[in-house]
């Protein structure tokens, strides 16, 4: 079953504009992770947020997590043409060694 | 390294054939994982395993499916019979560790796309 749901399910954006991403999910995590999926291609990792924290910055990435809410967003800021991909969160709950994947969002940006 | 590597990378079969794809992890990494996805149900965890040793197959969906690791380096998945439903592409993933401390980085190979006519 699907621990994360992202949202919106699509995105369209023009490049050099901001796009926000969010995952909700339903249990307690230990850390959340989000991935790119290109297409045709494999997942690729972006950056992972543990539970004690609430903000983590890798380049234009930036990610937040609430686990009061337990939701997070991705933003990619100054969107490029490049960035078009799928993007998912995956979950990480403690005592289990697997990672269960959101739906995803398609974001496209147009150049 | 090569990354993940995963054979074949598309594979168009008759229903009733057995299919096997093959995957060979990232040299030093103790886990990896066998995920298939669709869109109607996304990316799903079938089984993964940690130093060749099968943990969790919960997700696998019936007994036509199996998944051996032979050894650090090769691991299989194979679907006998196969079913026009199993149409999917099927990634493998491997991790070096899974802890609270650790990066905790799964990298995924490029996928085979499965057909199943």
């Known amino acids: 079953s699907q621990q994360g749901e992202e949202d919106p399910q699509a995105l369209s954006i023009q490049e050099g504009e901001n796009a926000t991403m969010n995952c909700s999910y339903k249990?307690?995590?230990?850390?959340l992770q989000w991935y790119r999926q290109n297409s045709g291609r494999g997942l690729v990792h972006l950056i992972l947020?543990?539970?004690?924290?609430r903000e983590k910055h890798s380049g234009r990435l930036r990610v937040t997590l609430d686990t009061s809410k337990k939701s997070s967003s991705l933003l990619i800021t100054a969107s490029r043409a490049a960035d078009t991909a799928s993007y998912f969160c995956?979950?990480?709950?403690?005592?289990?060694?697997?990672?269960?994947f959101g739906t995803g969002t398609r974001l496209k940006v147009l150049a | 390294d090569a990354g993940v590597i995963q054979s074949p990378r598309h594979e168009v079969t008759e229903m009733g054939q057995e299919v096997t794809l093959r995957c060979k992890p990232i040299?030093?990494?103790?886990?990896l994982f066998w995920y298939r996805q669709t869109m109607m149900r996304g990316l799903e965890l079938l089984i993964y395993?940690?130093?060749?040793?099968?943990?969790?197959d919960s997700g696998m969906p019936e007994d036509r499916f199996s998944a051996k690791m032979p050894n650090a380096s090769f691991s299989t998945l194979k679907i006998q019979p196969s079913e026009p439903r199993d149409s999917a592409v099927y990634f493998c993933?491997?991790?070096?560790?899974?802890?609270?401390?650790?990066?905790?980085?799964?990298?995924f190979g490029p996928g085979t796309r499965l057909t199943v006519l």
């Open positions: 947020i543990r539970s004690n924290e």
């Open positions: 040299s030093g990494h103790d886990y």
């Open positions: 395993f940690n130093n060749n040793v099968p943990i969790d």
């Open positions: 993933a491997s991790s070096p560790t899974l802890s609270d401390v650790a990066s905790n980085e799964q990298f």
């Open positions: 995956a979950t990480h709950t403690s005592g289990t060694y697997k990672y269960i």
């Open positions: 249990t307690s995590i230990n850390n």
